[in-house]
């Protein structure tokens, strides 16, 4: 897989409105999405023959690309919904990178929307976080979603001494990013004693420990490197992607302070030819604040068990040294469910094309995004850079 890294580029990035959107269905939010991303790369929707969604919680589809597609009126050749909870967004990608170099098609939107704030009741969304779990020896027990991620953060604190201070540093440093990014969901500064004040949910989570739940979409284009020069904005080239995947259940996970994240980090930085010192930006999957640290330490930033330290010392937020997610993250930015990556993979575009705004990152060359699916189970990463290579 080493022939993919600078041989394909995304050449169209665009979101949706997010946060409350009621006017608009969790499809109409998909083809929005995708129909703003083909404005954005300069192309009409007959030029499309590759198709990638995943489905909607709020509005699920039996085939949903295929539904999607029959609702633009394109006939594309290559055409799947895949689902990997947040770690999709990526995989897919991955293998629509694939598919490009294999001329299987030539140009592929990948498009995720949901409406989990205005699409689903409170039981509909009460339901969905507790029945996750395996059948037999998890749900029987009453666990939501925010207590299997209360696990991983109880089991690295007990391992490394890691304090609820250190994770609230990570949702301080995300709306940080937030309050820069007008389209952000929550913008209002918040402080480490503001999240270990807010309400518990699972010790040792609080409520701002917790993503939020939004309604949204997002949608990129993506082909060749030899075509990606014939765009209208400079391309973005994918140099590097891995996956690892570990457990389906949270309970069968051979660890629950390391992830697969070192399995599919490794994999990127070798087809990228690249390792951690040499991004400018990182954007990891915040769903809850525990998450930030532990794939800080897998994807090779700073040495196992030191994620707390690494952020007090380096710095994630505006200015630090590594800043992450600089959208602000599924903590302050929006997390309409398994697209919430998307988000991730759009800011990074605009960070590349150096079109960000007051959040620009000066002069970011090359970053890092990962996402991971499930209770840290499957996991995602990509090396996205400016130049093909």
Known sequence: MASLRGKVAIV???????????????TELCVEAILLALADAGLDKTEVDGLVTCNSMSQPMLYH??????????????????????????????????????GMAETIVISMADSLRSGLTRDQAMLMQSSTGHPQYEQPYGPTVPAYYALIAQAHMAQYGTRPEHFAAVAVACRAHAARNPAAQKRDPISVDDVLGSRMIADPLHLLDCSLVSDGGAAIVLTSAERARDFPHAPVYLLGVGEGHSHEHISQARSLTTSAA??????????????PRDMDF???????????????????????????????????GPGGALPVNTHGGLLSH??????????????????????????????ASVGLLHAQGGIMSSHSTLVLGREAG
């Not at 990526?90 to 294999?102: D, N, Q």
């Not at 525990?290 to 930033?301: I, M, N």
């Open 12 to 26: 169209g990035a665009a979101d949706t409105r997010v946060g409350i959107v009621p006017d608009a269905t969790a």
């Open 65 to 102: 690309a295929e539904a999607i597609a029959e609702y633009l009126q394109i006939f594309p050749r290559y055409c799947f919904a895949a689902g990997a909870g947040g770690g999709t967004t990526f995989s897919v990608l991955h293998h629509a990178a694939a598919a490009i170099a294999t």
């Open 262 to 275: 070192v399995e599919s980090g490794q994999r990127a930085y070798a087809m990228a030819g690249l390792g």
């Open 282 to 316: 990182a954007q990891l999957y915040d769903c809850f604040t525990p998450t930030v640290l532990v794939e800080l330490e897998d994807l090779g930033f700073c040495a196992k068990g030191e994620g707390g330290e690494f952020i007090a010392s380096t710095g994630i």
């Open 334 to 363: 929006c997390h309409p469910g398994n697209p919430g990556s998307m988000f991730a993979l759009t800011e990074s575009v605009w960070q590349l094309r150096h079109s960000a705004g007051e959040r620009q990152v000066a002069n």
